[in-house]
């Protein structure tokens, strides 16, 4: 059937650091694995133009951007094949009875695109025909992936959708060296299994060996303080006794340098009880996580109403690590009065408006969200508040309420809650920094009732494999009491 492969190297890669793991190159590995499918007559690689490594010995097909239309036709001139197996080249845990699987899918149904929408990147291909090219929507001026219009137009192309169990897809891994974080949990599984594992008892090992999930922090929620200006219907800060302060500089820099122990990229949230902006070093703050090299990510939830023009100044001329997320929770003035118990509306959208318009000027598309809670009090006008920002293309996060474990009054209008409970994500990925340095159980434990200890004095480390056992427990049902985990049910949500 003339079908040729394509071991892909991703533009994020740019030499074969990614390309080697467990003391093997993996496209020899992968390689090596196609020549057990007969109907594969030759094996191609395709880089990215920046790529420096032993692929480029191979004669391989380049690109700058993406495997753009343009790319894939001048692969089935150069080949002359009819069909072509894309698979990412640092799929450290390929398998090739399932792309023969997949190829077999395909070529039955006579399909100009099949690819899995359960399988995990690095366990699944995508098999592109030549007459893909010849629909009018797969144009060679697009700079998009082949694959991505594809995927995009499914109802455009005849494409064919693989499923094989066992599904996975909600422990988020994606089984690809190229990833860190991915990279070192295939590291844990080879370390308990001794091997790679079929894909069809990757499930299997995964419950009976839980602690291969879990790795190190990516995602830190920092109080940088706890007073806020505004008295918000929903806010958990009239639980708190006494209320929280400010955090010290100092205590950021401790938290930054422990951080380091793990050196994996993490992303940062300036979140917690109180209005970040109201913190009077928070640009000084804010310069020394934006020069941090780990973080890849700063995620500023603010009320909006100091986000002014030197906010917007700062966060529009900084590197492209920030995004401002403005919590406002109405569309006119008397809406957001009844929400937020003051009278700001005005202040904070003229402030949103203004941050929107330097972002852009700054090419820093998709760096501001405006975000809304779905409870009740806003259920009446989420059309009105749709309507409000889409109009400027700000997109719009609905807002899940946590009610903190029950601790405050549930005002949701539906309860999206999944039926079947799975391991808390949170547990498995955050930390939650409180302003005195406190590491605390989780989010729910915003008083920090149950707290790990603190990075002031704490081995960090310690802390992280504290919480390893946590996650653990959880996983095998057998929750903490304090906070109530039972009583959670913001176990399924995830930030990043």
Aim: aromatic share 12%; hydrophobic share 35%.
């Amino acid at each position: 059937m003339n079908t040729h492969a394509l071991i892909f190297v991703d533009s994020s890669i740019d030499d074969d650091n990614s390309l080697t793991f467990n003391g093997q190159f993996i496209p020899d590995y992968i390689a090596n694995q196609l020549q057990s499918i007969p109907a594969i007559d030759t094996i191609h690689y395709g880089i990215p133009s920046q790529y420096h490594g032993r692929l480029q010995a191979r004669s391989p097909f380049v690109y700058t951007t993406s495997d753009n239309p343009d790319f894939w036709n001048t692969f089935f001139i150069r080949t002359e094949a009819i069909h072509a197996i894309k698979i990412p080249a640092d799929a450290a845990f390929f398998q090739s009875s399932i792309i023969s699987q997949m190829l077999d899918t395909h070529l039955q149904y006579l399909s100009e695109f099949t690819f899995s929408y359960n399988l995990p990147s690095g366990y699944a291909c995508e098999i592109i025909s030549k007459s893909a090219l010849e629909n009018p929507l797969a144009h060679p001026q697009s700079n998009d992936s082949l694959c991505d219009i594809i995927k995009s137009n499914l109802n455009q192309f005849d494409v064919e959708l693989f499923y094989k169990e066992p599904d996975i897809r909600w422990h988020r891994i994606h089984f690809r060296a190229g990833t860190i974080r991915d990279r070192l949990i295939m590291q844990n599984i080879i370390n308990h299994t001794g091997t790679i594992p079929e894909y069809e008892s990757l499930q299997t090992v995964i419950d009976h060996n839980p602690g291969v999930l879990f790795t190190t922090p990516s995602y830190v929620t920092i109080e940088l303080c706890g007073r806020c200006n505004l008295d918000c219907i929903f806010c958990y800060r009239k639980q708190l006794s006494p209320n929280h302060g400010d955090m010290d500089f100092s205590t950021v820099q401790t938290l930054l340098e422990k951080m380091r122990i793990f050196n994996t990229p993490y992303a940062v949230c300036f979140g917690g009880s109180g209005e970040p902006l109201l913190h009077p070093q928070f640009f000084k703050i804010l310069e020394l996580c934006s020069n941090e090299e780990l973080i890849h990510t700063i995620v500023i939830e603010t009320n909006g109403i100091y986000a002014d023009t030197a906010f917007a100044t700062t966060v529009a001329t900084l590197n492209k690590k920030i995004i401002t997320i403005v919590n406002i929770n109405g569309y006119n003035p008397e809406t957001y009065q009844k929400l937020h118990n003051a009278d700001h509306f005005a202040t904070v959208y003229a402030n949103i408006m203004h941050l929107h318009e330097m972002l852009k000027a700054n090419n820093k598309n998709n760096s501001l969200y405006v975000q809304i809670m779905k409870i009740n009090e806003t259920e009446p006008f989420l059309d009105s508040y749709y309507d409000l920002f889409e109009q400027h293309k700000i997109p719009i996060i609905l807002q899940k309420q946590n009610t903190y474990t029950g601790r405050i009054t549930d005002r949701r209008y539906s309860d999206l809650t999944p039926l079947q409970r799975k391991p808390c994500w949170h547990l498995q990925q955050d930390l939650y920094i409180v302003y005195d340095g406190s590491v605390a159980f989780c989010m729910q434990d915003f008083d920090c009732s149950a707290r790990r200890g603190t990075i002031l004095h704490d081995d960090l480390k310690a802390l992280w494999e504290q919480q390893k056992q946590h996650f653990v427990n959880d996983y095998k049902q057998n929750r903490a009491t304090k906070p109530d985990c039972n009583s959670c049910d913001e176990w399924y949500t995830f930030n990043l």
